[in-house]
């Protein structure tokens, strides 16, 4: 599944620092802005607790976490939909993700620039939404007049973008994100190949102190942004990355005694990933027992079919059905037996919509 979440956000507001927290990658963070000019990609195992419960009930040799992708994007400025810092390169970037994580300086460090030189959460995602929208209006602009002329043929798809187009253009020359747009089927096709950047669902991230770690709710520079996310349907998490990236080199004991001491029950982290997941329409099936019980990204809607291609393209090319149970009915009946006595394993067939915490044993043959 190549999906990827694009971390955004103005420049010294803890972007590269989470990323490097997220990914121990080891991306570059410097006190200036546009210390990232390239994107860093890097993957990240998705916590999922389900893990260890299956193979503690069907036993296997070996474990192993589904991943997907982070990018981290260089830090925008005013001015970048007219070419301003890193303007063209930022926004191309910008495109080629599916999600987009808003990182937001929610925290105050006299040491730590700012570019604007003061605090402003809701400042900071006006600057870089407005350059996004700005941006996305001169796309549709210069798509409108093209397509404009071509409906007029009649043409069923340029009469089909056009009325779409028309219905784009006032909610951005309104300072509107067209995520804010409620389409049909058949429109959200046509917006997907508009490539447009306030199209892409985004969730909103609010860097706090390490003193709000334990009740971020205290963080006037959370509640700020978090009712700004509620505004537009997003969501918002509160997150210290600098001690993200602290917690992020420990081992699994350390980290455990370190959080408690922090009063908090897991991670930043751990929540920031699996909401990322969720925000790119990821969910999780499994294969269990033998050489590994083993979890495995899926795009929710996919058919039993293509979710076989995932593990390989024979197992879709030959599909037959699908040995199926979820991970509640083993969890709660406490072994395969007693799952299938209960009358909840089941065969399912090609036209079969694979649910998150499937458990499947895929029946082919090429």
Same mark, same amino acid.
């Given at each position: 599944? #190549? ?5 955004? !956000?103005?420049?010294?507001?803890? =972007? ?27 993957? %990240? ?39 301003? !810092? ?64 071509? &409906? ?18 006032? %909610?951005?020359? &309104?300072? =509107?994100?067209? *995520? ?8 959200? =096709? ?8 306030? +199209? $892409?669902?985004?969730?909103?991230? &609010? ?32 997150? +210290?990355? *600098? ?32 909401? +990322? ?10 294969? #269990? @027992?033998?050489?590994?019980?083993? #979890? ?16 390989? +393209?024979?197992?879709?090319? @030959?599909?037959?059905? #699908? ?8 969890? =709660?009946? @406490? ?14 067939? $090609?036209?079969?919509? %694979? ?12």
């Amino acid at each position: 599944m #190549a999906l990827t979440a694009g971390i955004v !956000g103005l420049p010294n507001v803890g =972007k590269s620092t989470l990323f490097n927290a997220i990914t121990k990658a080891g991306a570059e963070m410097a006190n200036y802005p546009f210390a990232t000019i390239e994107p860093n990609v890097g993957m %990240v195992e998705v916590p999922d607790k389900r893990l260890a419960r299956i193979d503690e009930l069907i036993p296997a040799k070996k474990l192993v976490h589904t991943t997907f992708e982070f990018t981290d994007i260089a830090g925008i400025v005013k001015g970048a939909s007219k070419g301003e !810092g890193l303007g063209n390169k930022f926004l191309e970037n910008i495109r080629q993700v599916d999600a987009i994580v808003h990182v937001v300086r929610s925290f105050d460090d006299e040491n730590i620039t700012h570019v604007a030189n003061k605090v402003a959460p809701l400042e900071d995602i006006d600057t870089i939404n407005l350059e996004l929208i700005l941006a996305d209006l001169d796309s549709v602009n210069k798509r409108y007049e093209r397509v404009k002329k071509v &409906a007029r043929t009649k043409d069923k798809a340029a009469v089909a973008e056009f009325n779409v187009l028309e219905k784009i253009k006032p %909610v951005l020359e &309104a300072g =509107k994100s067209v *995520r804010s747009i409620e389409f049909t089927p058949e429109e959200t =096709k046509i917006v997907k190949g508009l490539f447009l950047l306030t +199209s $892409k669902p985004v969730l909103y991230v &609010a860097n706090i102190s390490e003193d709000d770690m334990a009740n971020p709710e205290q963080s006037k520079y959370y509640q700020e942004v978090k009712q700004f996310a509620e505004s537009e349907g997003a969501q918002a998490l509160a997150i +210290s990355a *600098r001690t993200e990236e602290e917690i992020a080199e420990l081992d699994d004991e350390e980290r455990q005694f370190f959080l408690e001491d922090l009063g908090v029950e897991e991670s930043g982290l751990d929540r920031l990933i699996r909401a +990322s997941y969720k925000l790119l329409g990821l969910a999780t099936f499994f294969t #269990a @027992g033998g050489k590994e019980t083993r #979890a495995w990204t899926f795009k929710q809607g996919m058919k039993a079919p293509q979710v076989a291609g995932v593990i390989h +393209s024979d197992f879709e090319r @030959g599909f037959i059905r #699908a040995e199926t149970m979820s991970f509640d009915d083993l969890d =709660k009946y @406490g072994s395969i037996q007693a799952v299938r006595e209960a009358g909840r394993l089941r065969l399912e067939g $090609k036209d079969y919509e %694979v649910q998150d915490g499937d458990i499947i044993e895929f029946r082919f043959n090429v």
